[in-house]
């Protein structure tokens, strides 16, 4: 079987690290700057950054809807820090979502000031016992809808959590040499690429 060929959102932000880990988990990763790439993709990471920023980018370049009609086609789509932010339907104190793919809650900039930036070790289910998390002005993940599944906890908090085709996680993944989470979001791409096949 050929690669799954996974996209990273190319606007602002961890790109080309999360590139880095997608090759090493054995992924074709392509850089996504326009939204007519988006169909050469089986799967999307939209990374950390500033996701303010990367929301702005996102409505002048038309990937607002695309990303939308993406995840229609059942894709999966993994969101790192900003990136979850994004794909959450419901931002505390925010008026609206940006995208609002996954059914759950955020909190921007929840770990204070004293913690703006941390690395621990923490396990995550189905994925790692010791897992290198790394934490910089990290949102939290408040609540999570009927069907998700929490994957990691750090002090009572959630910090990873998937729902069917989504992923979402507070920390960054990318930024060490371990890259058993992109493994796992890999497979995931590589689940539904299998179920899209079964179900014609
Ligand atoms: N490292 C990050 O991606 C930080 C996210 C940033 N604090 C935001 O709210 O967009």
Redesign the pocket.
């Known amino acids: 079987m050929s690669k799954p060929r996974i996209g990273v959102l190319a606007l602002q932000?961890?790109v080309a690290e999360h590139m880095r880990m997608l090759e090493l988990a054995g992924a074709e990763a392509i850089a996504i700057k326009k939204v007519d790439e988006l169909s050469e993709i089986d799967g999307l990471i939209i990374?950390?950054?500033?996701?303010?920023?990367?929301s702005k980018l996102m409505y002048k370049y038309g990937f607002m809807d695309a990303i939308r009609q993406f995840a229609n086609e059942k894709k999966p789509v993994f969101g790192?820090?900003?990136?979850a932010?994004l794909i959450a339907n419901e931002i505390e104190h925010a008026p609206e979502a940006h995208l609002g793919l996954m059914d759950m809650k955020v909190a921007?900039?929840a770990f204070g000031r004293q913690k703006e930036s941390f690395e621990i070790k923490m396990p995550i289910a189905g994925v790692a016992s010791d897992f290198p998390a790394v934490f910089?002005?990290?949102?939290l993940i408040l609540k999570i809808g009927n069907n998700g599944e929490v994957l990691a906890k750090h002090e009572d908090n959630i910090v990873a959590a998937r729902q069917g085709q989504f992923l979402a996680a507070s920390f960054?993944p990318e930024l060490t040499d371990d890259y058993r989470l992109h493994k796992y979001f890999l497979d995931m791409v590589k689940e539904y690429q299998t179920t899209g096949k079964a179900s014609v």
């Open positions: 932000g961890a990374p950390g950054g500033e996701s303010t920023t990367i790192t820090c900003a990136g932010i921007r900039n910089i002005r990290a949102p960054h």
